[in-house]
């Protein structure tokens, strides 16, 4: 089951699984997906969003003969993980708050 899942959770995993390895879109949509119900067409604007605001760049290389576009982490874009990353502990502990009971009204 998949709750649903605003752009920002979005472009916060992608930063993440990006900043783990560069990766291809393929293989960022496929590790996305196991969280999100996210269609590549989806994807690829996000990537091109995250790479004009400076948090990706890009490089190609050959696989298989065929060209393939990398993904990778800047500086900025490590900058902008910890920023989501406090922003999700912060909502991830709301959340849980009001789930367990520790946060009412």
Do not use: H
Not at 15 to 39: F, M, N, P, R
Not at 58 to 80: A, H, L, N, P, V
């Amino acid at each position: 089951m998949y709750f649903p899942v605003s752009a920002l959770l979005i472009e916060y995993m992608i930063l993440t699984v990006v900043e783990s390895k560069d990766s291809y879109g393929y293989e960022i949509s496929q590790t996305v997906k196991k969280a999100a119900d996210i269609k590549e067409s989806t994807l690829y604007p996000i990537l091109k969003k995250l790479q004009k605001a400076g948090y990706l760049t890009t490089y190609s290389q050959e696989y298989q003969g065929r060209k393939r576009k990398y993904y990778s982490i800047t500086e900025e874009g490590r900058t902008q993980i910890t920023y989501l990353s406090n922003e999700w502990q912060v909502y991830k502990d709301t959340v849980d708050g009001i789930i367990e009971g520790r946060i009412r009204g």
